[in-house]
């Protein structure tokens, strides 16, 4: 039911910046809140930036004070500002929506995933 699009990532040196975009598109559910997840090589897939439909955001300790995620509701997408990034930010990065429960399926949708390196 619809589908995500992350674009904007790719190799960067330690301390730039980065800004990931995901253009939502044919989702027909009320989405109740936008986050972006990352995943590193054998590792959990964790979320680290949430925003909900009033505009409320939250954080993993882990990126606080240097991600922000900002939503344009007129061109359907959601970003990531990355600032002061470190090599272990490293990851592959994905956009998540989320839509509750409706009926009796939870509604979300996950975007592809886009590599995000941090290299000298």
């Known amino acids: 039911q619809g589908q995500l699009a992350e674009s904007g990532g790719g190799l960067v040196q330690p301390g730039g910046s980065l800004r990931l975009s995901c253009e939502v598109s044919?989702?027909?559910?009320?989405?109740?809140?936008m986050a972006w997840y990352r995943q590193h090589p054998g590792e959990q897939r964790e979320s680290i930036a949430q925003i909900t439909s009033g505009g409320y955001t939250n954080y993993a300790d882990t990126v606080k004070g240097r991600f922000t995620i900002s939503r344009d509701n007129a061109k359907n997408t959601v970003y990531l500002e990355m600032n002061s990034l470190k090599p272990e930010d490293t990851a592959v990065y994905y956009c998540?929506?989320?839509?509750?429960?409706?009926?009796?399926?939870?509604?979300?949708?996950w975007g592809p995933g886009i590599q995000v390196t941090v290299s000298s």
């Open positions: 044919g989702i027909t559910f009320d989405i109740r809140a």
């Open positions: 998540y929506a989320d839509g509750g429960y409706g009926g009796s399926r939870y509604l979300e949708v």
